[in-house]
């Protein structure tokens, strides 16, 4: 079974561009989770879906932000524009249920220029 | 690698040694605790989770202790091995309707041969 899969591995853009980032979570995953790190800082919740639908976007720094997950499949987050400090890891996990263990990603490092 | 630019604490053990790497967390809801692995490049890999309602949990080589009266939880590894190399982040989930993880800081775990 193949696990959870991130695109690209690696971006490096100019300040102001537009990036989008893909997550495809393990097939028959209801819950699909997007976390970043920062350079110097832990782990941290970005948003959470159920299936298509957003049920905590709290982690989400700002309108910049824009996550989908469109029939319940894959996700994208796209940031436009994109900032000097959106610069990091972006992981994406995704669990069958919302009790146990969240599968993770390789993820997505980003770095703005 | 991704851990460029950060200053994690570093637990340096030689082969064969036991390691233990020790975290606290803040959350008194938090009610489900895992252990993850990273290593450079790639995602968090699950190691060993346990329940509130549980102290002790053992897997192969790894075994989680849960102090809840102290917020601590620790993993203990067996024979620790070069493989074993990588970065160990604790999670708690928030206790809340949406099993989001929270991170610790991490610890980079070095083991000498």
């Known amino acids: 079974e193949a696990g959870v899969t991130q695109f690209p591995s690696h971006s490096v853009i100019e300040k102001g561009q537009t990036v989008t980032l893909r997550c495809d979570p393990i097939?028959?995953?209801?819950?699909l989770y997007w976390y970043r790190r920062v350079m110097g800082k832990e782990i941290k919740f970005l948003l959470h879906?159920?299936?298509?639908?957003?049920?905590?976007e709290s982690g989400m720094p700002n309108n910049r932000f824009l996550a989908e997950r469109t029939g319940g499949t894959y996700s994208t987050l796209k940031v436009q524009p994109a900032e000097l400090e959106d610069s990091g890891v972006y992981f994406c996990a995704s669990s069958p249920g919302l009790r146990g263990e969240q599968f993770f990603g390789p993820g997505t490092r980003l770095t703005v220029l | 690698g991704e851990s460029v630019g950060l200053h994690l604490p570093t637990l340096s053990v030689q082969e064969g040694d036991n390691s233990i790497i020790n975290c606290a967390y803040s959350?008194?809801?938090?009610?489900?605790f895992i252990w993850y692995k990273q290593e450079s490049g790639k995602g968090p890999q699950f190691i060993i989770d346990i329940r509130s309602n549980m102290d002790k949990r053992q897997g192969q080589r790894v075994t989680v202790l849960l102090n809840k009266t102290v917020k601590h939880l620790s993993l203990q590894i067996a024979a620790t091995q070069p493989g074993d190399s990588a970065v160990y982040f604790c999670?708690?989930?928030?206790?809340?309707?949406?099993?989001?993880?929270?991170f610790g800081t991490g610890t980079l775990l070095a083991v000498q041969p």
């Open positions: 879906f159920v299936k298509e639908s957003k049920q905590d």
């Open positions: 959350n008194s809801a938090s009610d489900y």
């Open positions: 097939s028959g995953h209801d819950n």
């Open positions: 999670a708690e989930n928030d206790g809340g309707a949406t099993n989001k993880l929270i």
